[in-house]
């Protein structure tokens, strides 16, 4: 696999579900991102992680609970979400934030039905 | 972050060049434009970046003005596969994007 992986592709849950997202980047990258696109609405940034460190949580709800257990992986946790959190949730990769020149790399997203 | 205006949509016909504008004002003297582009329900995908001077690879050209306030990106012969909305980014380290320019390349 090369690139930025995200497994499911799609995900359909109940409100009382718990799910998980899983990212994955076979760059050797040292940051990763979350990023939530709803329906006809620009990406908002919801976390990044630098060398497995947060830092930053763009006012995201508790709800969502991410997870970097090292630089390759990213988790995003899913817990008692409402269907306004239904929308296409991107992951991506970067290789030093703290860089000016910091290019991205996506994944291809995991669409998120919440019923 | 400097903020970034953009056209909502834009057309283009097959095989000839689109140009999608970007005007970023307040931009600062640290701060790179990157252009990134998104096909319908998949990730962006990155095209280009710069800092003052133009630049241009195999995907497409960016035209920064001298000033840095607005920028030009051009893809020299549009396909129907460029259909897609194109993002124009201003930053320092964070990505912050807006609602892009879709564009529509029809035959």
């Known amino acids: 696999e090369t690139g930025v992986t995200q497994t499911p592709r799609h995900l359909v849950m109940g409100m009382t579900n718990k799910k998980s997202l899983k990212c994955e980047q076979h760059l050797g990258h040292n940051a990763m991102y979350w990023y939530k696109q709803s329906a006809k609405k620009p990406l908002e940034l919801m976390f990044v992680?630098?060398?497995?460190?947060?830092?930053e949580n763009n006012s995201v709800p508790s709800r969502f609970s991410p997870e970097c257990p090292n630089s390759s992986h990213l988790f995003l946790h899913l817990h008692t979400l409402q269907p306004e959190d239904s929308a296409l949730y991107l992951c991506?990769?970067?290789?030093?934030?703290?860089?000016?020149?910091?290019?991205?790399?996506f994944g291809p997203g995991t669409r998120l039905t919440v019923l | 972050d400097a903020k970034t205006t953009q056209p909502t949509s834009m057309d283009c016909a097959e095989g000839r060049a689109a140009n999608l504008p970007c005007n970023h004002s307040t931009i600062s003297g640290n701060e790179y434009v990157y252009w990134y582009r998104q096909i319908h329900s998949q990730g962006p995908q990155y095209i280009i970046h710069?800092?003052?001077n133009n630049e241009t690879n195999e995907m497409a050209s960016l035209i920064i003005t001298e000033d840095r306030k607005s920028s030009t990106l051009i893809l020299p012969h549009a396909t129907l596969r460029d259909t897609a909305v194109y993002y124009c980014i201003v930053r320092v380290w964070d990505m912050r994007f807006g609602a892009g320019t879709r564009l529509t390349v029809k035959p």
């Open positions: 992680y630098n060398f497995k460190e947060q830092t």
């Open positions: 991506a990769s970067s290789q030093d934030p703290g860089k000016h020149y910091n290019e991205q790399f």
């Open positions: 710069g800092l003052k």
